[in-house]
C-alpha cells in the first residue's frame, strides 16, 4: 500500500499545508459562493504550491470479491493519502462526517479533511479533519 511509505509527521504536515491552502483561497473569495468555485481555486492553490492531488476521483466499492464503478466522487485525493471533502453549506452535519469516513475507507486513505467555505473564520469553524485506523498504525516519524 502506498501509504505505508508515510509517517504521522507526514500526513500531518501535509493536512497542515492543505488547510493553510484552504485558508488562503478563503481569505480571496470570502464565504457565499458555490462549492465548485472553491474547487476550482483550491485545485489552483494546491498546484501553486506543488501538492500533488486528483480532483474528482472516482470511489470503487467492493463486495464480496467484486469492484464496480460508482457515481461517488472524491472532490480531492492528495498525494493519494488524505482524502478532502469541499463544502459550501451553512454547517457540517453526521451524514457528511460519515460520507467523507467512507471515502477514505474505500480509498484506503489514513486520514480526510471537510473543508466548509461558507464561515466567516474557516481555520476555527470551516475544518474538520477525521483519521483511521491506517493512521493509527502509521509510524510516529
Known sequence: MIYE????????????????????????????????????????ELSLRRISFKTEVIIPIEYKDFEF???LRCNLFIEDILVAELKAIESVLPIHEAQILTYMKLLKAPKGIILNFNVLNIFKDGQKTFVNEIYRNLPEL
Do not use: F, M, N, R
Open 69 to 71: 464503478e460508482t457515481s
Open 5 to 44: 511509505k508515510y509517517s504521522k509527521k507526514h500526513l500531518d504536515d501535509l493536512s497542515y499545508e492543505v488547510i493553510g491552502a484552504a485558508i488562503e483561497v478563503h481569505k480571496v473569495l470570502g464565504p457565499g459562493l458555490l462549492e465548485s468555485a472553491y474547487h476550482q481555486c483550491l485545485s489552483h
